[in-house]
């Protein structure tokens, strides 16, 4: 199998994972689908910053290429760098937005007792929605297995 950037996906393949600055909500399932991708493919972490920018919308790619670890040189590029730009600097308060809080949770269950449970569709929606939360909560350690 080929290795490095030439030998990834093109954008608009199947098997290519995509960014769209609208959804920077899923920043942390593109970073997981693109580092497994960057590991079939035998990226070095310099390769990476390219790779990452390839599968971006434009406007996520404007944004992204004024990141401190990319370069348009490949080999002065610096995933970890692009990375921590990416999680902590770009698209922080959209990734707080998937964390869990304790009002998150009171706030569903408000709103199943005021609605009524009706059957066990509505059962089965409301477990759905509450496993998430408490099980964000428990790795937290903001609940423990008694609450």
Not at 6 to 34: K, M, N, V, Y
Not at 45 to 63: I, N, P, Q, T, W
Not at 90 to 104: G, I, V
């Amino acid at each position: 199998m080929a290795t490095g950037l030439g030998s990834l996906p093109t954008r608009r393949s199947d098997d290519a994972p995509r960014f769209h600055s609208g959804q920077a909500d899923e920043l942390d399932d593109f970073l997981r689908e693109f580092e497994a991708l960057a590991t079939v493919h035998s990226l070095t972490d310099e390769e990476k910053v390219h790779g990452a920018v390839r599968y971006a919308d434009s406007e996520a790619k404007r944004l992204w290429k004024s990141s401190d670890g990319y370069n348009d040189d490949v080999t002065k590029c610096d995933w970890a760098l692009f990375k921590k730009d990416l999680t902590d600097v770009f698209y922080a308060s959209a990734r707080k937005a998937n964390k869990f809080t304790m009002r998150n949770l009171e706030d569903l269950v408000r709103r199943a007792r005021r609605e009524r449970l009706a059957d066990e569709e509505d059962l089965e929606t409301y477990h759905r929605e509450f496993t998430p939360i408490a099980r964000g909560l428990k790795k937290k350690g903001t609940i423990s297995d008694n609450e």
